[in-house]
């Protein structure tokens, strides 16, 4: 099998389509379509079921794609042991996270974990959708939850606790809520859809104080944290959360500060091979570090 287009077949099956490929590989659709054709006729079997919406592995596809993955992870796991010169940290490390978090607290932090670590170069991920480790889409991960992938080492970064926010000008014109009760005069803003929500039951402040888990009715929806933050800044209603996206941040209150919503675990996630590997102890000591510096 040609090695070129066993790439190409491996990106095509974990994008899903031929459109969607493209920007992974660089390459032009047409140009993909072809270099799987062609691996296609030296099989001699059909890799993929094309139809409106995408393409499907065939069963020969699924055992194609499975053997592809097992090499592609094993070759990562070679280049990272190789690329730690005498367990100096050194190389590139790429880490991902949610959006709202990584724009918000880990990115102000890098700056000095690069002047610790001059020889390592960093790429930050940030997607709301987990990235697959075992292929090394990305090094390392904070993820929101704790992940069921049996080939990971992980462990509890932080408990990430939530509350309802609203902005001065907006509690100014529609006055604070002192009670649970007086949240039913208000407007929210929810999580929308599109995304995987970063938080477990993102709608626990619309059914706060709500019998027979019915809920409030929203103003406005917005498929990202981050984006939540922003619509309340602006006056457009409440919001739940996370507490760290607030600190600091102007214009922005706590509501009925005595009432959590459920906390998110956050947990620092790598796969095994990539255990030994120094650049990852590194950022994984500096993150631990920067944790007990700071409470949310």
């Known amino acids: ?6 790439k190409i077949f491996h990106a095509v099956a974990e994008a899903g389509s031929f459109t969607s490929a493209t920007v992974n590989l660089n390459l032009s659709q047409s140009a993909i379509s072809r270099q799987i054709q062609s691996l296609e006729d030296d099989l001699k079997v059909k890799l993929f079921e094309r ?3 995408g393409l499907t592995l065939t069963e020969n596809g699924e055992y194609v794609y499975k053997t592809a993955h097992d090499v592609i992870s094993k070759l990562k796991e070679v280049e990272a042991t190789l690329g730690d010169q005498k367990n100096k940290p050194s190389g ?3 880490v991902t996270t949610v959006v709202s978090f990584g724009t918000t607290w880990l990115t102000p932090r890098i700056q000095e974990f690069m002047q610790l670590n001059p020889e390592i170069e960093v790429e930050l991920i940030f997607d709301d959708k987990e990235l697959d480790l075992s292929t090394r889409q990305a090094d390392i991960g904070i993820f929101m939850r704790r992940p069921k ?5 992980q462990k509890k970064l932080i408990d990430i606790n939530y509350h309802i926010y609203g902005s001065n000008k907006y ?4 006055g604070y809520p002192k009670t649970v009760g007086d949240l039913n005069k208000h407007k929210f803003i929810s999580y929308g859809k599109g995304n995987p ?11 706060l104080g709500i019998k ?4 409030r009715k929203t103003c406005m929806k917005v498929n990202s944290v981050y984006g939540l933050l922003l619509a309340v800044q602006s006056g ?13 941040q102007p214009n922005i209150v706590k509501i009925l500060p005595n009432i959590e919503g459920p906390i998110t675990e956050a947990h620092f996630v790598y796969p095994q091979s990539m255990k030994n590997v120094a650049r990852v102890q590194a950022f994984r000591n500096f993150l631990y570090s920067k944790i007990s510096e700071w409470k949310f």
């Open 171 to 174: 509690l100014e014109k529609y």
């Open 212 to 215: 027979d888990n019915k809920k």
């Open 92 to 94: 590139k490390l790429t």
């Open 51 to 53: 139809h409106a919406r």
């Open 149 to 153: 992938q049996l080939n990971y080492i």
């Open 1 to 6: 099998m040609d090695w070129d287009k066993l």
């Open 236 to 248: 457009v209603g409440l919001a739940a959360l996370p507490d760290y996206l607030t600190v600091n």
């Open 197 to 207: 929500s970063p938080v477990y039951n993102p709608d626990w402040a619309l059914k």
